[in-house]
């Protein structure tokens, strides 16, 4: 079984390599998405001011991520699920579920009540696994991203 623990800055490269290599296994290493955010390399320093990112590690190995960030602009009441990738030996264990459950169970903690994502079709594996845990489409962005390329936006109230 693997450890969640929070985002430092030991596990940045390694988060940053299961991000842009996921995307780039689905085609989705599309300007405006995530694989070009500059904060994509440093997580540590961006969760340290806000938000919460956990790590999914295995006898040392850093096998995904996942958390939520206040984007700026969102509805009040809502944080964004944010960077929530698996390396492909870590899929179809459950560890997706337990990751989202976290941040969930962490940013309802916090006072959120409501979970917002933005995604991309070519991630359809994540979409399903978003619609399973109870996230809703809807119509438009939400909040300053500033992923661009992003075109499914879901919600979820926690």
Same mark, same amino acid.
């Given at each position: 079984?693997?450890?969640?623990? /929070?985002?430092?800055?030991? #596990?940045?490269?390694?988060?940053?390599?299961?991000?842009?290599?996921?995307?780039?296994?689905?085609?989705?290493?599309?300007?405006?998405?995530? #694989?070009?955010?500059?904060?994509?390399?440093?997580?540590?320093?961006?969760?340290?001011?806000?938000?919460?990112?956990?790590?999914?590690?295995?006898?040392?190995?850093?096998?995904?991520?996942?958390?939520? &960030? /206040?984007?700026?602009?969102?509805?009040?009441? &809502?944080?964004?699920?944010?960077?929530?990738?698996?390396?492909?030996?870590?899929?179809?264990?459950?560890?997706?579920?337990?990751?989202?459950?976290?941040?969930?169970?962490?940013?309802?903690?916090?006072? &959120?009540?409501?979970?917002?994502?933005?995604?991309?079709?070519?991630?359809?594996?994540?979409?399903?696994?978003?619609?399973?845990?109870?996230?809703?489409?809807?119509?438009?962005?939400?909040?300053?991203?500033?992923?661009?390329?992003?075109?499914?936006?879901?919600?979820?109230?926690?």
């Amino acid at each position: 079984m693997a450890d969640l623990v /929070p985002i430092q800055p030991q #596990y940045n490269a390694a988060i940053a390599a299961i991000i842009r290599n996921s995307l780039a296994e689905f085609g989705a290493n599309l300007p405006g998405t995530v #694989y070009f955010d500059p904060t994509t390399d440093d997580l540590a320093s961006l969760f340290a001011t806000a938000g919460k990112y956990w790590v999914l590690v295995q006898n040392g190995e850093v096998l995904g991520g996942g958390g939520w &960030y /206040p984007t700026p602009g969102l509805p009040d009441g &809502y944080a964004e699920l944010v960077k929530l990738y698996l390396a492909p030996k870590a899929r179809g264990l459950g560890y997706g579920k337990l990751l989202m459950n976290k941040v969930a169970h962490d940013a309802l903690n916090t006072g &959120y009540t409501q979970l917002y994502l933005e995604s991309l079709p070519q991630l359809h594996q994540a979409v399903k696994l978003y619609t399973q845990q109870g996230y809703t489409a809807i119509d438009a962005a939400l909040g300053e991203s500033g992923h661009f390329g992003c075109t499914i936006f879901m919600i979820k109230k926690l």
